[in-house]
C-alpha cells in the first residue's frame, strides 16, 4: 500500500493517514464499536465516498440508525451499501481468500468510472467463527489484502471483537495491520509483518 498520498479524513481522530491502507479495530464493546465506525462512515458519505458494511452481529438498520444519528442524510441513492458478512465473504458457501481479492481491483475501477472519490469499507469479522468451509483462512486473507494496489483511493477496517477471538488470534490480527486503532486513534502497527514475511511458513502458519 502507498504511503505517499496525500491524507484521508477518518473523522474520529484529527490526523490523516494515506489514502489507501489496510487498518483494525479490536473493540470490547458495542459502544466502542459504535462510536470509532459511524464517524469514519459519516465522514466518508460526506465526501462521496462509496461505503460499504459488512454485518455479522449487528444489523443493517442499527448500522443505518448509527449513520442518521450524526445527521447525515440517507437518501434512496446514497452510496451506502451494507451487506450479510457470510454472503459478502461466503457468497459461494465457503471462503477462499483469492477469490476475494480478486474482485477489489476491479471493484475500484468501477467506483472510480462512476465518479467517485474513494471508498471506505468496514467488515466484522465474527462470521470467521462460524466453521464455514475455508473460514480456517482469513487470516491469509487478512495479509494477503497488504499486497493489493491500486490508484483509487480506499480505506479497510477490520472489525475484531475481543469478547470472541482469542488472545493469541488477535495477536495474528495486529501482526497482519499495518494500522490499528488505539484509544480512538489510528498508529502505525509495530506488531505488522509484511505479507511474505507472515506467510513465509505457508497458508497453514496463517491459521488462528
Not at 449513520?67 to 454472503?87: D, F, K, Y
Not at 471462503?95 to 467517485?116: C, L, V, W
Not at 487470516?139 to 490508484?151: C, M, Q
Not at 477471538?165 to 497482519?176: H, I, P
Request: include cysteine; hydrophobic fraction near 35%.
Amino acid at each position: 500500500m502507498d504511503d505517499h498520498r496525500p491524507g484521508t479524513d477518518m473523522r474520529f481522530t484529527r490526523e490523516t493517514f494515506p489514502e489507501c491502507h489496510h487498518m483494525c479495530l479490536i473493540f470490547d464493546s458495542d459502544e466502542q464499536l459504535q462510536q470509532i465506525v459511524t464517524q469514519f462512515m459519516a465522514a466518508g458519505l460526506r465526501g462521496g465516498e462509496i461505503v460499504r458494511y459488512a454485518v455479522d452481529r449487528t444489523t443493517p438498520e442499527q448500522v443505518r440508525a448509527w449513520i442518521l444519528e450524526t445527521g447525515v442524510e440517507l437518501p434512496e441513492n446514497a452510496p451506502l451499501n451494507i451487506s450479510q458478512a457470510e454472503n459478502t465473504y461466503c457468497p459461494q458457501g465457503r471462503f477462499d481468500p483469492h477469490e476475494t481479492i480478486s474482485g477489489m481491483t476491479p471493484r475500484y475501477e468501477k467506483a472510480r468510472q462512476a465518479g467517485y472519490p474513494g471508498m471506505r469499507s468496514c467488515g466484522e469479522m465474527s462470521w470467521a467463527l462460524r466453521d464455514i468451509p475455508g473460514s480456517d483462512r482469513f487470516l491469509e486473507y487478512e495479509a494477503l489484502i497488504n499486497t493489493v494496489t491500486s490508484d483509487f483511493p480506499f480505506t479497510g477496517m477490520c472489525l475484531y471483537d475481543a469478547r470472541l477471538f482469542s488472545g493469541n488470534t488477535l495477536f495474528k490480527v495486529l501482526q497482519v495491520h499495518p494500522y490499528m486503532i488505539a484509544q480512538g486513534q489510528v498508529v502505525r502497527n509495530p506488531f505488522y509483518l509484511r505479507p511474505e514475511e507472515f506467510l513465509k511458513g505457508g497458508p497453514a502458519q496463517a491459521e488462528p
